[in-house]
């Protein structure tokens, strides 16, 4: 019972990439001016969303092997096998079906960035920059959408976990290249 719940909550912390949910926090105020935006913020803000919703996506479909040597190696998943990023000119292809790509791939994606979008979208320095109107009945949205749908896609990924070790994550297998 012990493994499960903690298998479980490190699935919830997989959710989001730890370094772009970290720089969103940091950058947001600074490039919202704190939620006091003119145009230039605007645009800035709106870069930050996308270039970091775009790193939450990509990083799901990133994993990691130990090869034969003790080095951990990482690729980009595809359709034949896991494209290996290596400095050498020997990248190669990892086919195995393990590295394949998957349904389930798009579908934690597609989750990651709604939350991620749900969580930088409502943050109040984003609130304030971009729809500077909200009324007060509206702050309770601030408020209870996050946690419910944070609960709802926790629930989803617990029961669906992935098994990638992308980018950045520590790799606990030992590839079986073929």
Excluded at 7 to 24: A, E, M, Q, Y
Excluded at 90 to 110: E, I, P, W
Aim: glycine share 8%.
């Amino acid at each position: 019972m012990v493994h499960k719940t903690c298998t479980s909550l490190g699935d919830l912390i997989k959710l989001l990439p730890t370094g772009t949910f970290f720089l969103f926090i940091f950058l947001n105020p600074v490039l919202t001016n704190d939620g006091n935006c003119n145009t230039v913020n605007r645009y800035l803000s709106g870069i930050l969303m996308l270039v970091s919703g775009f790193s939450c996506c990509f990083s799901w479909f990133t994993d990691s092997y130990v090869d034969s040597e003790g080095f951990t190696k990482y690729g980009i998943v595809t359709k034949k096998g896991l494209f290996v990023l290596s400095d050498s000119s020997d990248t190669k292809l990892v086919n195995s079906s393990r590295y394949k790509l998957r349904l389930g791939d798009f579908l934690h994606a597609l989750l990651s960035v709604l939350i991620f979008a749900i969580v930088a979208l409502l943050d109040p320095n984003t609130v304030k920059c971009f729809y500077p109107s909200f009324g007060s009945e509206q702050q309770v949205l601030l408020t209870v959408l996050p946690p419910v749908v944070g609960t709802i896609f926790s629930f989803v990924f617990v029961m669906f976990p992935n098994k990638r070790h992308g980018i950045g994550l520590p790799s606990s297998h030992v590839s079986q290249e073929s």
